[in-house]
């Protein structure tokens, strides 16, 4: 007697599916959600990877055209807002912002303005200190990047209804919260035993 092929299609599935993740409920109890609860939840997070992988290739492609890297594109969004809001940026300012040491903001802003995209000028208040601006030229590539990608944020954001906005906001939020590494005990645990080991 031969034994019948299993031939019979698959479900599809994705990376991010919870029973693909957790098929035995170890980590989230969904007794109390229907298939069809689940298919929602699956499919809103099947969009939140798809929403991060166009981020992260968006991200790279802007760095690319503007050739830097991520913390110099973090430097010049920073300076540019300043400039927006009106406001004098000294180098101290844009270190507390990056989290940077002042000798790594000054190898940062030596890059920057070696490469034509910061300038640096005497302050207008205080001697002792620096004004930072943006390039023209980098301003002008940066609106055409960033700054169109963020437009489409908020493109995205305007389509919805108020109560939309406050939902998804919540939602985000919560998110956040929850998978924050400052609320899990093995966040950090590898730093801590490489301490106690020295």
Do not use: C
């Amino acid at each position: 007697m031969t034994r019948p092929s299993d031939s019979s299609p698959r479900a599809a599935w994705r990376p991010f599916d919870i029973d693909a993740n957790d098929p035995h409920g170890e980590l989230v109890d969904r007794s109390s959600l229907s298939s069809e609860q689940i298919a929602e939840i699956d499919a809103l997070m099947a969009a939140l990877v798809e929403l991060r992988q166009v981020e992260e290739q968006l991200s790279r492609a802007s760095q690319e055209y503007m050739d830097l890297n991520s913390t110099d594109m973090r430097a010049v969004h920073f300076l540019m807002i300043s400039e927006n809001r009106g406001e004098v940026t000294t180098p101290g300012m844009l270190g507390a912002h990056l989290g940077l040491s002042s000798g790594a903001t000054t190898k940062l802003l030596d890059r920057l303005e070696a490469s034509g995209h910061v300038r640096r000028t005497p302050h207008p208040h205080d001697r002792r200190s620096l004004a930072l601006t943006v390039e023209p030229a980098t301003r002008e590539a940066a609106m055409s990047t960033m700054g169109r990608q963020q437009a489409g944020r908020f493109r995205a954001a305007a389509a919805l209804s108020g109560e939309e906005r406050s939902t998804v906001t919540r939602f985000l939020l919560h998110m956040a919260q929850e998978i924050s590494p400052a609320s899990q005990e093995w966040a950090g645990s590898r730093d801590r035993g490489r301490a106690g080991r020295e």
